[in-house]
Antibody
Framework: EVQLVASGGGLVQPGGSLRLSCAAS????????MAWVRQAPGKGLECVSV???????YYADSVKGRFTISRDNSKNTLYLQMNSLRAEDTAVYYC??????WGQGNLVTVSA | DIVMTQTPLSLSVTPGQPASISCKSS???????????LYWYLQKPGQSPQLLIY???NRFSGVPDRFSGSGSGTDFTLKISRVEADDVGVYYC?????????FGPGTTVDLK
């Protein structure tokens, strides 16, 4: 059974950093394209980053240069390192095996 | 960027009656390889989005056959043959033919 278990959300001050993790089971992360999608409070869905099986990556303009997507093949886990966080990054962040299985959301709140 | 639009934005349906949601893209989602990269999701209240339909018309694992997808190029439709109480939530379409991967604004479905 495919499962994605996300962790690492929380409250952080503007300019701070946070790392989200997404532990996968039932499939191999390195053999699949994986994505992070976020949803600001009361808003729609925005794809912020994708990592392909061949290691190439994609970032939305809104996070380019601040966020880094990566994976640890030994732990079968996907990560999103978020630096220089802004209030507008406040959202529930979902990890997804593009585009079928999604993890539970993790709330990231950027506030002083 | 490819812009996704959905109509209607909200829909009240009598249980047992059909429902239909339209999704239009600003560019064709037909890839040169022959696949069309259009997906449909349902986000139930308080939950992660769940994939219903992939590549226009293919039901994802475990999705009831009352859900069907159709369309081509830039015009797509999700149909629910007989709406049930479990179908309430927000429906999104997604294009993944080219980054940035974009979602429609969502269609909220509730029961009369």
């Amino acid at each position: 059974e495919v499962q994605l278990v996300a962790s690492g959300g929380g409250l952080v001050q503007p300019g701070g950093s946070l790392r989200l993790s997404c532990a996968a089971s039932g499939f191999t992360v390195s053999n699949n394209s994986m994505a992070w999608v976020r949803q600001a409070p009361g808003k729609g869905l925005e794809c912020v980053s994708v990592i392909y099986s061949g290691d190439s990556t994609y970032y939305a303009d809104s996070v380019k240069g601040r966020f880094t997507i990566s994976r640890d093949n030994s732990k079968n886990t996907l990560y999103l390192q978020m630096n220089s966080l802004r209030a507008e990054d406040t959202a529930v962040y979902y990890c997804a095996r593009t585009w079928g299985h999604w993890g539970q959301g993790n709330l990231v709140t950027v506030s002083a | 960027d490819i812009v996704m639009t959905q109509t209607p934005l909200s829909l009240s349906v009598t249980p047992g009656q059909p429902a239909s949601i339209s999704c239009k893209s600003s560019q064709s989602l037909l890839h040169t390889g022959g696949k069309t990269y259009l997906y449909w999701y349902l986000q139930k209240p308080g939950q992660s989005p769940q994939l219903l339909i992939y590549e226009v018309s293919n039901r994802f694992s475990g999705v009831p056959d009352r859900f069907s997808g159709s369309g081509s190029g830039t015009d797509f439709t999700l149909k629910i043959s007989r709406v049930e109480a479990d179908d309430v939530g927000v429906y999104y379409c997604l294009q993944s033919i080219q980054p940035p991967f974009t979602f429609g604004p969502g269609t909220t479905v509730d029961l009369k």
